[in-house]
């Protein structure tokens, strides 16, 4: 079946350190993949997404790029800021649609605090 | 309302007792889904509703878990004869069309605690 795996956390960084975290996959086909963050007291809401190889999703200065031949979506973000500690999943949803390829498959979630 | 919003946002129960979770979509999102997360694991699927087709049920861990919704809004998440596993923080999220616009709005949760 479906599954993602995500890098264990919690991360703690300092404001502006360079972050990754790590988010594989096992799918068959190409599943669309996403990136998800919950900030504290919120409810998860989209990052960022890539439904094709190659294809690089990115928003509020996160980047994340769909990478068949070694099925991993990393979650990057060159100077991180206070404002980004959240907990963020990794997800994905199978290839093709039809009922019931509606699901999205989670990963555990990182937990990611930065520091002043 | 602005977000999906979900009842009671705590719920503290006695094992076997039963529990119902409240989900509010957002007005005209025809698509609804109830995940839940256990402490150290990923969202869980549970069950999601398109519109007026039959509920995808797949997710739903045993015959004691049970999903309504009325009227293609509000949706309600039962459990009978709760257990500790059950412990958990259940997530209701809709969305517009289902995952062909793949984007989901969840809600804040409820944490549910069987003691």
């Known amino acids: 079946g479906n599954s993602v795996t995500q890098m264990e956390g919690p991360v703690t960084l300092s404001e502006e350190a360079f972050l990754t975290i790590n988010c594989t996959y096992t799918?068959?086909?190409?599943?669309?993949l996403f990136w998800y963050v919950q900030y504290p007291g919120e409810g998860l809401q989209l990052l960022l997404k890539?439904?094709?190889?190659?294809d690089k999703g990115s928003n509020k200065g996160f980047e994340a790029t769909y990478r068949k031949e070694t099925t991993s979506f990393h979650l990057e973000k060159g100077s991180v800021q206070v404002s980004d500690s959240a907990v963020y999943f990794c997800?994905?949803?199978?290839?093709?649609?039809?009922?019931?390829?509606?699901?999205?498959?989670f990963g555990t979630g990182t937990r990611l605090t930065i520091i002043p | 309302g602005a977000g999906v919003s979900q009842s009671p946002s705590n719920k503290v129960t006695e094992k076997g007792k039963d529990v119902e979770l409240r989900c509010d979509p957002i007005?005209?999102?025809?698509?609804l889904y109830w995940y839940r997360q256990s402490l150290g694991q990923g969202l869980e699927f549970l069950i999601y509703?398109?519109?007026?087709?039959?509920?995808?049920k797949s997710g739903l861990p045993s015959d004691r878990f049970s999903a309504e919704r009325t009227g293609g809004s509000v949706s309600t998440l039962t459990i009978q004869r709760t257990q500790q596993e059950d412990s958990a923080v259940y997530l209701c999220?809709?969305?517009?069309?289902?995952?062909?616009?793949?984007?989901?709005?969840f809600g804040s949760g409820t944490q549910l605690s069987v003691l």
């Open positions: 999220a809709s969305s517009l069309e289902g995952l062909i616009n793949e984007k989901l709005f």
């Open positions: 007005s005209g999102h025809t698509a």
């Open positions: 890539a439904t094709k190889a190659d």
């Open positions: 799918a068959t086909g190409y599943p669309s």
């Open positions: 509703f398109q519109g007026n087709s039959a509920p995808d």
């Open positions: 997800a994905l949803t199978p290839a093709g649609y039809n009922f019931g390829n509606e699901k999205l498959t």
